[in-house]
C-alpha cells in the first residue's frame, strides 16, 4: 500500500545539474521527516540530506552549499536539487520517508557524474 517512486536519475556531466523527485503514495507525508540516502560503489550508505516536518533542513558536508532538499505537501513529493555535481556524487539515491511508527524506501534511481 505504501510506495515511494523516484524519478530523475541519470548520467550528467561534472558541473552539471539534476533534480530528483519520490512521489509518495500510500501516506501523507506531512506527518513525516524526509530523508535522502545515497551509496555509492562500495561504499556504506550515506544520510546526506533531511528535511523535517516542520519544514527545517540540515545538511552533510558533503553536499551543503550544492543540494536542496524540499517538499511539496500538496503533492506528496519531495524534491532533491542537485547542483554543481562532482564524478564523487555517483551513487545510487534513495528517498526516505521517517516517522515514530515506521520507515518506508524507495527504490533507488542511479545518478552517475562522468565526462
Known amino acids: 500500500q505504501v510506495q515511494l517512486e523516484e524519478s530523475g536519475g541519470g548520467l550528467v556531466q561534472p558541473g552539471g545539474s539534476l533534480r530528483l523527485s519520490c512521489v509518495a503514495s500510500?501516506?501523507?507525508?506531512?506527518?513525516?521527516?524526509m530523508n535522502w540516502y545515497r551509496q555509492a560503489p562500495g561504499k556504506q550508505r550515506e544520510l546526506f540530506a533531511a528535511?523535517?516536518?516542520?519544514?527545517?533542513?540540515t545538511y552533510g558536508d558533503s553536499v551543503k552549499g550544492r543540494f536542496t532538499i524540499s517538499r511539496d505537501n500538496a503533492k506528496n513529493t519531495v524534491y532533491l536539487q542537485m547542483c554543481s555535481l562532482k564524478p564523487e556524487d555517483t551513487a545510487v539515491y534513495y528517498c526516505?520517508?521517517?516517522?515514530?511508527?515506521?520507515?518506508?524506501w524507495g527504490q533507488g534511481t542511479l545518478v552517475t557524474v562522468s565526462s
Open positions: 526516505n520517508a521517517d516517522r515514530d511508527i515506521g520507515s518506508h
Open positions: 500510500g501516506i501523507f507525508l506531512t506527518r513525516y521527516d
Open positions: 528535511i523535517w516536518q516542520g519544514g527545517g533542513t
